[in-house]
């Protein structure tokens, strides 16, 4: 019965700042990889960003120096914090607990757009 339960997308002018919220219940989350995906129109679902139980984080190179992924294991969340936003981050935005998952939850869209 996990649950990964995104939020906080939306509309943003270029050069913007969003923060994304994955809430998450049915894993013991602090002792889980957690990921931060997107998918944009016509693309493949990209992975953007990892974390370790530990806290240390990977980014893929589209995002490195824009993105910051942190954890809060009191609050079983994972956040996403995007900062000099892009057109080309226009995307729906997904959490998971696997690099390979079967499962989803609904995603957030954020829209980059002036």
């Known amino acids: 019965q996990v649950q990964l339960v995104e939020s906080g997308g939306g509309l943003v002018q270029p050069g913007g700042s969003l923060r994304l919220s994955c809430k998450t219940s049915g894993i013991t989350f602090a002792s889980y990889y957690m990921y931060w995906f997107r998918q944009a129109p016509g693309t493949e679902r990209e992975l953007v960003a990892q974390?370790?139980?530990?806290?240390?984080?990977y980014y893929s190179t589209s995002v490195k120096g824009r993105f910051t992924i942190s954890r809060d294991n009191a609050r079983n969340t994972l956040y996403l914090q995007i900062n000099d936003v892009k057109p080309e981050d226009t995307a729906v935005y997904y959490c998971?607990?696997?690099?390979?998952?079967?499962?989803w939850g609904q995603g957030t869209q954020v829209t980059v757009s002036s």
């Open positions: 974390i370790t139980p530990a806290g240390d984080a």
């Open positions: 998971n607990d696997r690099r390979f998952a079967d499962y």
